[in-house]
């Protein structure tokens, strides 16, 4: 399999852009770049300038938040992180290191938006998604804390 290959197939899967298609997804996959790392290795650190959105192939990331003491959370393969500030640009809340060999590609945050920017049908698929995964997480954690949100 190509990398090209590789990454269409991963990004179409990813909550974001489930729904994005045809020469959209293409333009897409001509964004993303294979990026590894072993365990150990920090791929950002909280308070750092984002600048990727990463998708994982194979492996396994641990997301922290500043100073803390335990992972917030693992992400593996098939998933994705980084993708907040195409929303939100602010610095990165949490540090996120491989815990074991791990291939993701990662897409440019500021390529990715001038790609929204020039393909309106596209940009308005990808925000429905994400409100749609965005929603999900809210209503998952409302339940975790019972708290009725909404």
């Known amino acids: 399999m190509t990398k090209a290959s590789q990454a269409r197939e991963l990004l179409a899967k ?79 809340a949490v540090t996120a290191s491989a815990t074991e060999v791990t291939h993701m590609f990662r897409v440019p945050l500021d390529r990715l938006r001038r790609l929204l920017d020039e393909r309106p049908a596209m940009a308005i698929q990808v925000h429905r998604d994400a409100a749609r995964y965005f929603a999900f997480l809210i209503y998952e954690l409302a339940g975790q804390l019972k708290h009725p949100f909404f």
């Open 14 to 92: 990813i909550p974001m852009f489930e729904h994005v298609s045809g020469g959209d997804l293409d333009a897409l996959v001509a964004l993303a770049e294979p990026h590894d790392a072993i365990a150990g290795d920090t791929i950002f650190r909280a308070g750092d300038k984002p600048d990727f959105c990463y998708a994982i192939a194979l492996g396994c990331v641990e997301l922290r938040m500043r100073d803390a003491e335990h992972a917030a959370m693992r992400i593996g393969t098939g998933q994705w992180f980084g993708a907040l500030p195409i929303y939100r640009e602010e610095p990165r």
